[in-house]
Nanobody, 124 residues
């Protein structure tokens, strides 16, 4: 059973930057269906960004500020987060689909592998 492990979370002031990493224990990223989700306190988990079947997607609130990338040679995906705002505070999760199925990038049920989450806290 493959595992995903996130790192790079932390506390920053508004306007700051963080880079999250997600390392897979095997090459489950080879299907190119990977995503970052986040869950803020009291809110549902939401899709933030994805590389899905050759297309990159972002939720509207992070467009122009966040960048998702994938390096299959080292089984690692990234989320570069710039111009962070307090509303970006959440636990961030990486997710992956290990086969070629699934069609909706922002739906949790699309993904069959999840990391344990990393906390991002942005203060004003």
């Amino acid at each position: 059973q493959a595992q995903l492990r996130e790192s790079g979370g932390g506390s920053v002031q508004a306007g700051g930057s963080l880079r999250l990493s997600c390392v897979a224990s095997s090459n489950i990223f080879s299907a190119y269906r990977v995503a970052w989700f986040r869950q803020a306190p009291g809110k549902e988990r939401e899709g933030v960004a994805a590389i899905f079947a050759g297309t990159t997607y972002y939720t509207d609130s992070v467009k122009g500020r966040f960048t998702i990338s994938l390096d299959n040679t080292i089984n690692t995906m990234y989320l570069e987060m710039n111009s962070l705002q307090p509303e970006d505070t959440a636990v961030y999760y990486c997710a992956a689909r290990s086969d070629w199925s699934g069609s909706i990038w922002y739906r949790e049920s699309t993904y069959n592998y999840w990391g344990q989450g990393t906390q991002v806290a942005v203060s004003s």
